[in-house]
């Protein structure tokens, strides 16, 4: 299986907005999600998405602030975060599952990117 490469991480200030991209070669029959964990931390669902794409879920912490997108096309999937805050700040991962959607399980994806930084400032 291809890898998942995670792009678009860095540094802002709380208020501001950050999107994420995640290569996705090969995935396209494969549901998504983003993770993220903060050091100490374990590892949180913060967004997943369906394989067409029709379908969100998200965890009530980033509700209304983030969005889940894809482009089969481009084999590409995005995390949008708006109204960033200092506890967004994390590594932001990128995970396949072929099995099951709508989950922000972290044992329901077997496929793994090696992440992207995310850091919000006050």
């Known amino acids: 299986q291809e890898r998942l490469v995670e792009s678009g991480g860095g540094s802002v200030q709380a208020g501001g907005s950050l999107r994420l991209s995640c290569a996705a070669s090969g995935y396209g029959s494969y549901c998504m999600g983003w993770f993220r964990q903060a050091p100490g931390k374990e590892r949180e669902g913060v967004a997943g998405v369906s394989r067409a794409g029709g379908t969100t879920v998200y965890a009530d912490s980033v509700k209304g602030r983030f969005t889940i997108s894809r482009d089969n096309a481009k084999n590409t999937v995005y995390l949008q975060m708006n109204s960033l805050k200092p506890e967004d700040t994390a590594m932001y991962y990128c995970?396949?599952?072929?099995?099951?959607?709508?989950?922000?399980?972290?044992?329901?994806?077997?496929?793994w990117g090696q992440g992207t930084q995310v850091t919000v400032s006050s």
């Open positions: 995970a396949a599952s072929i099995v099951i959607c709508g989950t922000l399980r972290a044992d329901h994806y077997r496929y």
